[in-house]
């Protein structure tokens, strides 16, 4: 089986193999995308061989053509620099690539015309399914064209029709902090809320207010953040500055609450002695600033794991999946000296 001069310098394709390998062109595309017919083993040895000798690589595009898939997944990311998104989509990009799919990101900047601008983009990609931390609220995704392939949207903790939906139980996650924090004695807590509440799309604060009640503690100050350090940094300094100083801070996420760390210091807020704060996310940040941040840990690679699922098998996923989350206490709480 010997290559000619030609053949090595043009692309060889599908029908090269085939006549080099001595099979049909049917039986190398069996053999590249495993199926749909069972080959001989012996066959499947030749066809490689030939592929190999070729150069050949599975032209993708006529892949996607011929078996109605591309192996590939859309991803759609609100904020390259939140390391919480880096965790979930390394996962991610991990559970693909070891069962042979690519993926594509594509970033919105948390802008809802960007956001559309990029499906559009992905679905003309073909990709198999798309997966999206949304930039809009819940009752702005009816006009996300969805109907294209299977739709997953992650921190979506309510169902969204004809789409699949994966998140961290927010509202459990809330009560678990302040809980947590009433547990130390801290009566008059403050949350640093990084998004806005449009009712449905994000359970965090009413997590916080549900949590309150249950215990019958009177609710603390909401300050209005961004899910971004200078948001925490600025919220923390405003509540400083208040009539209303907390003796402790929950900030519903690290990058808010690594701002909050350096509001404090800058203006000599022992911490936890003056005031604590427990975090929400749990990313590596968390575990190397000063004090360290007790957290509670999103499970980044659950959350990945069930995305990757329900974008490989829709129809056997549920509708919405909540994920539990785990308190790990440090620090910045009271708990470690
Ligand atoms: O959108 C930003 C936040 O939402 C992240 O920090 C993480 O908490 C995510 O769920």
Same mark, same amino acid.
């Given at each position: 089986?010997?290559?000619?001069?030609?053949?090595?310098?043009?692309r060889?394709?599908?029908?090269?193999?085939?006549?080099?390998?001595?099979?049909?062109?049917?039986?190398?595309?069996?053999?590249?995308?495993?199926g749909?017919?069972?080959?001989?083993?012996?066959?499947?040895?030749?066809?490689?061989?030939?592929a190999?000798?070729?150069?050949?690589r599975?032209?993708?595009?006529?892949?996607?053509?011929?078996?109605?898939?591309?192996?590939?997944?859309?991803?759609?990311?609100?904020?390259?620099?939140?390391?919480?998104?880096?965790?979930?989509?390394?996962?991610?990009?991990?559970?693909?690539?070891?069962?042979?799919?690519?993926?594509?990101?594509?970033?919105?900047?948390?802008n809802?015309?960007?956001?559309?601008?990029?499906?559009?983009?992905?679905?003309?990609?073909?990709?198999?399914?798309?997966?999206?931390?949304?930039?809009?609220?819940?009752?702005?995704?009816?006009?996300?064209?969805?109907?294209?392939?299977?739709?997953?949207?992650?921190?979506?903790?309510?169902?969204?029709?004809?789409?699949?939906?994966?998140?961290?139980? *927010? =509202? !459990? #996650?809330?009560?678990?902090?302040?809980?947590?924090? %009433?547990?130390?004695?801290? /009566?008059?807590?403050?949350?640093?809320?990084?998004?806005?509440?449009?009712?449905?799309?994000?359970?965090?604060?009413?997590?916080?207010?549900?949590?309150?009640?249950?215990?019958?503690?009177?609710?603390?100050?909401?300050?209005?953040?961004?899910?971004?350090?200078?948001?925490?940094?600025?919220?923390?300094?405003?509540?400083?500055?208040?009539?209303?100083?907390?003796?402790?801070?929950?900030?519903?996420?690290?990058?808010?609450?690594?701002?909050a760390?350096?509001?404090?210091?800058?203006?000599?807020?022992?911490?936890?002695?003056?005031?604590?704060?427990?975090?929400?996310?749990?990313?590596?940040?968390?575990?190397?600033?000063?004090?360290?941040?007790?957290?509670?840990?999103?499970?980044?690679?659950?959350?990945?794991?069930?995305? *990757? =699922? !329900? #974008?490989?098998?829709?129809?056997?996923?549920?509708? %919405?999946?909540?994920?539990? /989350?785990?308190?790990?206490?440090?620090?910045?709480?009271?708990?470690?000296?």
């Amino acid at each position: 089986m010997e290559a000619s001069s030609t053949e090595k310098k043009r692309r060889a394709t599908r029908a090269d193999v085939a006549r080099l390998a001595g099979v049909s062109t049917a039986v190398v595309s069996y053999v590249f995308n495993n199926g749909p017919r069972p080959v001989a083993a012996d066959t499947a040895q030749q066809v490689r061989e030939a592929a190999e000798k070729l150069h050949y690589r599975p032209n993708s595009v006529a892949r996607a053509l011929s078996t109605g898939s591309s192996k590939t997944l859309g991803i759609v990311v609100p904020d390259l620099t939140n390391p919480f998104f880096s965790g979930v989509y390394s996962a991610l990009e991990t559970a693909a690539a070891r069962n042979g799919y690519s993926t594509l990101f594509m970033a919105s900047h948390q802008n809802p015309e960007k956001e559309m601008d990029r499906i559009s983009q992905l679905i003309a990609r073909e990709v198999d399914a798309i997966i999206i931390a949304s930039a809009q609220p819940t009752s702005a995704l009816a006009g996300v064209p969805r109907k294209e392939c299977p739709f997953i949207f992650m921190d979506q903790t309510q169902p969204v029709p004809g789409a699949k939906c994966v998140s961290t139980d *927010f =509202q !459990a #996650a809330v009560s678990l902090a302040v809980r947590h924090l %009433l547990g130390h004695g801290y /009566t008059n807590i403050a949350m640093l809320s990084g998004k806005a509440d449009d009712g449905l799309s994000d359970k965090r604060i009413q997590g916080w207010y549900q949590a309150h009640k249950e215990t019958e503690i009177p609710v603390g100050p909401v300050v209005q953040a961004h899910f971004t350090r200078q948001g925490g940094y600025d919220a923390t300094l405003a509540l400083l500055d208040s009539d209303h100083r907390p003796d402790a801070i929950f900030a519903d996420s690290d990058l808010e609450a690594i701002g909050a760390l350096r509001a404090l210091h800058e203006r000599h807020v022992r911490i936890p002695d003056d005031i604590a704060i427990v975090s929400f996310d749990g990313t590596v940040d968390s575990q190397f600033s000063w004090p360290a941040l007790t957290v509670v840990q999103q499970d980044a690679t659950a959350i990945a794991e069930r995305m *990757f =699922q !329900a #974008a490989l098998d829709p129809q056997n996923t549920p509708d %919405l999946q909540l994920i539990d /989350t785990t308190l790990v206490p440090r620090q910045s709480c009271g708990c470690l000296k």
